[in-house]
């Protein structure tokens, strides 16, 4: 929308005034008395006098501007009672005091009936008298008309539910213990974030908000409903409280246990577990100790292996562990075992470890697990203590608490220092961001900068705990596996750091997953039909069964998706069968694979020879035939139909993806060939497949180029690209696969999604997605690319720990094969074009400028490509 004049010169006044030439003439006073919009932000102002021609220049008195409607102030050093005068401004709707030293509200704010939106970013004395006000920012009681009311970071009471309009409600970060009752009464709310509090029980009734679209309630210790219930929605919760009203509650604690070993030459965190506490004991020995911790050493390549441990028989605590043995080939699917809530523990081999040797041993596993979990809890393990002497045995275990609070500190720190050139950048004035490409993040938003910096404060108040310190422990040693047994049961069951282990389920659902695991239910899978016979037994009717199986899939007890067109029809309940078939994915030895085709078949020479090329394609570029598949699976597949859900499974999880599916039912003989992508050897895809001879990695060519890159500081998750190839293929054709490279179209549109490791500590991992077009028909480039950068937000938004930035670069810069082009900053992508710009200057060259089309998109984003 174009710009008043009145508007336009309340900007001009605003900004900073030049130096005055050596003979200043008498400024002609502007039209005061129709000013409608003023910004004095970030002026440095302790208060507003009668003249302000201190702050303005010319602008000599407040009260003619009675037609002005905003009024920006923040970052100023007003004091206790604000600026004076304010009541006098009687058409004023919008008015900004946040970040200054108010401690009341200023006189005569009461006055102005038209206020509509009031900054304050504090709680002053007083606010209660603005009985029209609609829109607040961080305050506000006793205000029955309010809409709007954000109240975060800070210390709240229980009184807020007066406010029956209430529309928006922002209670994040305010240590809360618990919400009123009556905050259910508040029906017609619309967005409601708890996050950041202590919040373990949500009131009766609370899925009665129905109206609530924007729902956030992570990191808060919730046992009733669990936390797997209320991450799912309102009307999840609302179903477990009706569910709990039905049934007796029943307390059955869940606790996961992660194990780590220190591997030699494989820097990849491996070992998970996961462990229960039931109610009654379980039939197992009860002297195993931590036999599943110290038996299988590295070394081991029998892939993900479940092991029973009883810790302790008298309170049935059984622990049920399950060991990935350290090795890189899982890195597809390790993090599928990783949740929020568990105990992990990071095994040191002490014998082995140097201090040289941190990162690939510790440093690196605590990094892929704060990205994945952040505010894990870890117990640092020293194994192999009884082949170092004892002054050796000290000397490394303090190293290794040294560098790890060495590397926190780092990390700390390089957070920090990002999160302060945001907080410089949210103290300018938006237009002056806009104008000049050199600026830090040029053109960014004040709600996308305030975004990034709300990442940045997840990312420094969720470090991971470890916990110190690092334990020796041998297993020729009884007192050390004794002490180390006793040291994970104390944690294990400290109720601040577990409250998961008290969350309260229905009798019905626990019934239900109990019937689930019955030994008679030994079958690769059960029908939705089978499973609601099991419902049915455990008294929930078939519409009260769906949330009950979200619930068992979310807590990691069986597989349920019921938003997938196939699978939602199915339930997989038994997960040690789908783990076993999940090795022989992982399993790189074309001795063994070969075996399993070839055990208890007689199969001839030729038959054999034949395999074995199956098996060398395999190896090499990751593709096999499905029939070859069913004789990998064959003591897990019985028919057709097992194999074809096995398949849409593996799909589902990005493992792999059907090469030539057809579009309608194949024809007889026809045969599906599926592609494993973490299989791939060769570095670049084959020539050929670039049909136009186009490469788009430098070269320069006529066409515009169009390049989003997603730069990793800290760690690139493991197996993220083999996933993310899986991910894009239904919207790709044409494409050609390389080990760190996919080549392929969208319609006859190229697409190139590169993933390039970084050379040295200094060098970000980068995974980039690109394309070309000539200049007016850029926006089928956009087209293009832009499905594809959802996909990988998608699978980015599993790693809520994990710090990476978005840039658009340069398309002048790509074309002039420049090794380090300009960036622009990806929040551009999620806003709109600004109106009347048609170029920019690319501040590498200030001789080219860059047509507005090949930074921002046709239409922008739903969100910021880098917000979580």
């Not at 479940?306 to 043995?325: K, P, Q």
């Not at 390790?334 to 105990?343: E, K, R, T, V, Y």
Request: charged share 20%.
């Amino acid at each position: 929308m174009a710009e008043t004049e009145p508007l336009k010169a309340a900007r001009l006044l605003a900004a900073p005034a030049p130096a005055p030439p050596p003979a200043p003439e008498e400024p002609e006073e502007p039209p005061l008395e129709e000013l409608e919009a003023l910004n004095l932000g970030g002026r440095g102002l302790e208060e507003l006098p009668e003249a302000l021609g201190a702050a303005l220049g010319h602008l000599r008195a407040l009260a003619p501007m009675r037609e002005l409607r905003k009024l920006g102030l923040s970052h100023n050093q007003l004091g206790m009672d604000g600026p004076g005068r304010l009541g006098e401004l009687h058409q004023l709707e919008e008015l900004d005091l946040s970040f200054n030293h108010l401690r009341r509200l200023p006189e005569g704010l009461g006055h102005l009936c038209q206020l509509r939106a009031l900054d304050l970013r504090c709680l002053p004395e007083g606010i209660a008298a603005l009985r029209r006000l609609k829109i607040l920012w961080l305050s506000g009681t006793g205000l029955a008309r309010l809409k709007m009311l954000n109240l975060s970071s800070n210390a709240l009471g229980d009184s807020l539910c007066q406010l029956r309009q209430l529309r928006t409600l922002w209670l994040d970060n305010n240590r809360l213990r618990y919400l009123p009752d009556s905050i259910v009464q508040l029906h017609n709310l619309e967005e409601l974030v708890l996050q950041g509090n202590q919040i373990a029980i949500l009131p009766e009734g609370f899925g009665r908000l129905s109206r609530v679209t924007l729902w956030k309630i992570k990191d808060n210790p919730l046992i009733q409903p669990p936390y797997e219930v209320c991450m799912k929605g309102i009307p999840y919760i609302a179903a477990y409280q009706q569910e709990l009203a039905h049934s007796q509650p029943a307390l059955k604690p869940r606790l996961k246990q992660a194990k780590q070993q220190d591997v030699p030459l494989s820097p990849n965190p491996k070992v998970n577990g996961e462990a229960q506490v039931d109610p009654c004991p379980m039939l197992l020995q009860p002297d195993m100790l931590l036999a599943p911790v110290v038996a299988s050493l590295p070394g081991s390549s029998k892939g993900i292996e479940v092991t029973d441990w009883t810790a302790d028989a008298e309170r049935g605590l059984t622990f049920i562990v399950y060991e990935l043995a350290g090795d890189p080939t899982y890195d597809v699917i390790q993090s599928f075992f990783l949740s929020p809530g568990a105990l992990y523990i990071l095994a040191v081999n002490l014998s082995a470890y140097a201090p040289q040797r941190f990162y690939p041993s510790v440093g690196y596993f605590l990094h892929w697990l704060g990205a994945k979990v952040p505010h894990a809890v870890v117990c640092m393990v020293g194994t192999h203590a009884d082949l170092c002497a004892e002054r050796e045995l000290e000397e490394k275990c303090l190293d290794i608490h040294h560098q790890i609070a060495l590397q926190e500190k780092r990390d700390a720190r390089d957070l920090q220092s990002l999160a302060h050139q945001v907080d410089e950048a949210l103290g300018q004035d938006f237009d002056l961001r806009c104008s000049s490409p050199h600026a830090a993040f040029y053109g960014v938003s004040d709600k996308n900068l305030r975004r990034k910096k709300a990442q940045f404060q997840y990312l420094l108040n969720h470090r991971p705990q470890i916990l110190s310190p690092v334990l020796p422990f041998s297993c020729q040693d009884r007192c050390q596996v004794r002490r180390l047994r006793d040291k994970l049961l104390s944690v294990a069951e400290h109720r601040d750091i577990f409250p998961n282990l008290h969350r309260v389920l229905p009798k019905s659902w626990q019934v239900l997953e109990e019937l689930h695991f019955q030994p008679q239910a030994q079958q690769l899978w059960l029908s939705w039909w089978d499973s609601a016979r099991l419902g049915l037994q455990a008294g929930l009717t078939e519409d009260r069964l769906q949330s009950a199986l979200s619930y068992l899939h979310e807590s990691g007890k069986l597989l349920y998706f019921e938003e997938h067109q196939t699978l939602r029809e199915y339930v997989f309940h038994n997960l040690p069968r789908l783990i076993d078939i999940l090795n022989v994915f992982c399993q790189r030895d074309a001795t063994v694979l070969l075996q399993k085709m070839l055990s208890d078949t007689h199969i001839d020479e030729l038959r054999a020879a034949q395999l074995h090329h199956y098996v060398e394609g395999f190896l090499l570029h990751g593709l096999l035939p499905a029939h070859i598949i069913r004789l990998l699976l064959k003591p897990h597949i019985q028919s057709q139909e097992d194999l074809r859900l096995i398949l849409e499974l593996l799909e589902k999880m990005g493992l792999c993806y059907c090469v030539n599916k057809p579009k309608c039912k194949p024809l007889n003989g026809a045969t599906a060939w599926y592609k494993f992508p973490c299989y791939v050897k060769n570095e670049v895809p084959h020539a050929e497949a670039w049909i136009n001879g186009t490469n788009l990695s430098g070269q320069s060519f006529v066409a515009e180029q169009l390049q989003i890159e997603y730069s990793f500081p800290f760690i690139f998750p493991p197996g993220l690209f083999a996933r993310y190839s899986v991910q894009i293929n239904n919207h790709v054709v044409q494409r050609s696969d390389g080990k760190y490279q996919i080549y392929a179209y969208r319609g006859k549109v190229p697409v190139v999604v590169s993933y390039r490791p970084g050379r040295g500590t200094l060098q970000p991992d980068t995974l980039s997605i690109a394309s070309h077009a000539s200049l007016p028909n850029i926006w089928t480039a956009w087209q293009a690319i832009t499905p594809l950068m959802e996909e990988l937000n998608v699978l980015l938004q599993e790693w809520p720990g994990l710090y990476y930035t978005v840039h658009v670069l340069c398309s002048k810069c790509l074309k002039r094969g420049s090794p380090n082009p300009h960036t622009f900053p990806g929040e551009l992508l999620s806003q709109p074009r600004p109106e009347g710009v048609t170029e920019i200057i690319c501040p590498k060259n200030g001789n080219e400028r860059v047509n507005v089309a090949l930074v921002y998109p046709p239409t922008p984003t739903v969100i910021s490509p880098c917000s979580k």
